[in-house]
């Protein structure tokens, strides 16, 4: 446990790691007003009305946050790779699986924060940096509990009841769901551990670089 804690610096706001594309997206749609977002090829989300998001536009990846106080933490990222910006909105779940795909965590569930919209053509993000200026990318920070658990177990440390997912299942407000792996490969804490499948209370979808 202890070797768990050494180094902890962890990056939160920010996550990259297995892509996978979204099956459908949110309703709804956002109007942007005010000084058009140039993204990091120069593109603009100009003041006009932004469609939701579709299936191909969509891209998550998960990137390791790092544990800081008994918790863990890891970032699910939000992409729009199309060339066409898209909005996020509503509320999303998210729900740990096993290698088989059978869930062993809680189920949590969060709203989009904010406008929504994503920029296009958003390239993955690196490690320890925000998105470039203009690139408008989502994030949702999952937080767990790893370190204390039942007072009975283990002198009431919860390594013995440990959960780690094998990946993470996030399903849209219209009930489409992707699965994204519990594993960040260039992150320092590559993989989110939680005492007895327990999340933490969820925050909101919000900006990376809000």
């Not at 593109?43 to 863990?72: K, M």
């Not at 699986?97 to 062993?104: E, I, Q, W």
């Not at 490690?127 to 470039?132: E, L, M």
Request: net charge negative.
């Amino acid at each position: 446990m202890a070797a768990r804690e050494l180094g902890a610096a962890g990056w939160i706001m920010g996550t990259a790691a297995a892509v996978a594309v979204v099956a459908g997206c949110s309703t709804g749609t956002t109007t942007v007003t005010g000084t058009p977002a140039p993204s990091a090829a120069g593109r603009a989300v100009t003041a006009r009305a932004v469609p939701p998001c579709t299936s191909g536009q969509l891209a998550l990846t998960y990137r390791g946050g790092g544990p800081s106080a008994g918790n863990d933490a890891g970032t699910i990222v939000f992409r729009d790779t199309s060339a066409a910006a898209c909005t996020l909105a509503g509320t999303f779940s998210v729900t740990g699986l096993d290698a088989k795909g059978v869930p062993d965590t809680a189920t949590i569930k969060a709203p989009v924060s904010g406008r929504g919209v994503l920029s296009p053509h958003a390239a993955p993000v690196p490690d320890g940096a925000n998105p470039p200026a203009g690139e408008l990318v989502y994030g949702w920070i999952l937080m767990a509990e790893y370190r204390d658990g039942p007072a009975n177990v283990d002198n009431g440390i919860c390594q013995p009841d440990w959960v780690i997912p094998a990946q993470w299942r996030v399903t849209l407000p219209d009930g489409a769901s992707i699965a994204v792996a519990n594993h960040d490969p260039d992150g320092l804490w590559r993989s989110l551990v939680t005492c007895k499948g327990e999340l933490d209370a969820p925050s909101s979808l919000t900006y990376l670089n809000s």
